[in-house]
């Protein structure tokens, strides 16, 4: 059996792995020119190291990337709402890694091109169509002038190409754009000392205004650290189109995102003084797409973002397409053909990512805080009298057990 990959992105690499693994053969076509250490920080779940674990990536993700430790909670005064154990503090087998999104997608690209070969890759490698028949799938590439560089057979075709899929677009041409929810989310990272025990995460604010800031790397010093930020803020209406494509991901105005920033207070870290002091940031229209009826079109499917882009909160983006990559590889090893193995991956993921999606529209664990800040928008004396343990412990197990990633009971929860 051979696979097309398309999409050379965390879940892409992660697939392309998966099925090496498991004695499938594949190849992985980027229309980039080159896979490339891009983005800022991002958290990926123990069920989803997990996974990478088991390809025998722990050690190198651990000398790129923190463990984290702690998680905070905090309302836009800076009030405690919740804090929890994370990772192995939290009683799971593995840690939750705190890491540069690059340095993720590097340490899998590495991986693949040491146990696949350079020639399982192919960059420049644009998708222009694909058709199928009762025996395979034949994909059409194209360079950035339009130029035809490749046609590839495979028995399947995965679509692992982002939120705006070719392949999800080819099985859905009457989709439309993103949804957007009219929040712009500013990211960046600055060598920075470091606060905390030094592995701790901060969410402060609710879902229409927050600030984020955690370590993702070891610093210049060891009172120091790379530390990730992100301010997410609402800026227009929900029912808005999005912005244009062509503008996602464009650097970030500090006049723009400074005033956001004034309305927050942070302890333990001066977040004005760390994005003031970092030199080029990006920001980013905070898009997903409605949960698809299905995936899976005879032999060719999705995964990732392609099939279920969600907004960054609860952090499941990248560990959600992990977990995709190794569901579809095991369906694929254990069926006797391959559109049983897509509808068997679909039937097992696709309900639980859509519940995931709609979960954080609604602002997924950190919905605590929103609750807390509705309750009592100018802060509080006893968080108890506001909304009690049970309450808050509800909202966020209630998420972490829909993501598939609960805690060892007893473990995980620290009373404030």
């Not at 929040?183 to 901060?202: E, K, T, V, Y």
């Not at 920001?283 to 969600?310: F, N, Q």
Request: charged share 25%.
């Amino acid at each position: 059996m051979k696979a097309i990959i398309v999409g050379g992105g965390i879940g892409g690499l992660t697939t392309a792995l998966m099925l090496r693994a498991r004695g499938i053969g594949c190849e992985l076509f980027e229309q980039s020119d080159s896979i490339r250490e891009l983005g800022v920080g991002i958290n990926t779940l123990p069920h989803a190291i997990r996974e990478l674990a088991g390809l025998g990536l722990l050690q190198a993700l651990d000398d790129v990337a923190i463990r984290t430790h702690d998680l905070y909670y905090l309302n836009r005064h800076g009030q405690e709402v919740w804090r929890e154990s994370r990772g192995i503090d939290a009683g799971h087998d593995v840690p939750q890694f705190s890491i540069h999104r690059g340095r993720l997608q590097s340490v899998i690209h590495r991986a693949v091109e040491e146990r696949l070969g350079h020639d399982a890759i192919h960059t420049g490698c644009r998708l222009g169509a694909f058709t199928q028949d009762e025996g395979g799938v034949t994909a059409y590439f194209f360079d950035r002038t339009g130029a035809h560089t490749r046609t590839e057979r495979g028995d399947i075709l995965v679509g692992a190409d982002g939120i705006h899929s070719r392949v999800r677009e080819t099985l859905f041409p009457n989709e439309g754009p993103p949804c957007w929810n009219g929040l712009m989310l500013w990211r960046g990272a600055r060598d920075w000392p470091a606060f905390l025990d030094g592995r701790s995460m901060i969410v402060a604010g609710g879902l229409n205004a927050k600030v984020v800031v955690y370590p993702i790397a070891e610093g210049s010093s060891p009172a120091s650290r790379l530390t990730n930020w992100a301010v997410l803020v609402k800026v227009g209406e929900g029912n808005a189109p999005p912005p244009r494509r062509e503008d996602w991901s464009r650097p970030g105005r500090r006049e723009e995102l400074m005033p956001h920033v004034a309305r927050f207070s942070v302890p333990h870290v001066a977040v004005p003084n760390l994005i003031a002091a970092t030199s080029e940031f990006y920001e980013y229209p905070c898009c997903d797409r409605d949960p698809l009826p299905y995936w899976s079109s005879g032999r060719v499917t999705l995964l990732g973002d392609a099939a279920h882009p969600m907004y960054p909160v609860g952090s499941n983006g990248a560990s959600q397409a992990i977990l995709d990559a190794r569901c579809l590889a095991d369906a694929l090893a254990r069926s006797e053909h391959p559109r049983q193995a897509l509808m068997a991956y679909e039937q097992k993921r696709l309900p639980m990512t859509a519940d995931i999606v709609r979960a954080n529209r609604r602002g997924g664990p950190e919905g605590v805080i929103d609750a807390v800040e509705q309750l009592a928008p100018d802060g509080f004396d006893d968080i108890e009298k506001v909304l009690s343990y049970s309450q808050r412990e509800a909202i966020v197990r209630g998420y972490a057990s829909k993501a598939g990633f609960a805690a060892v009971p007893g473990l995980a929860a620290v009373r404030a």
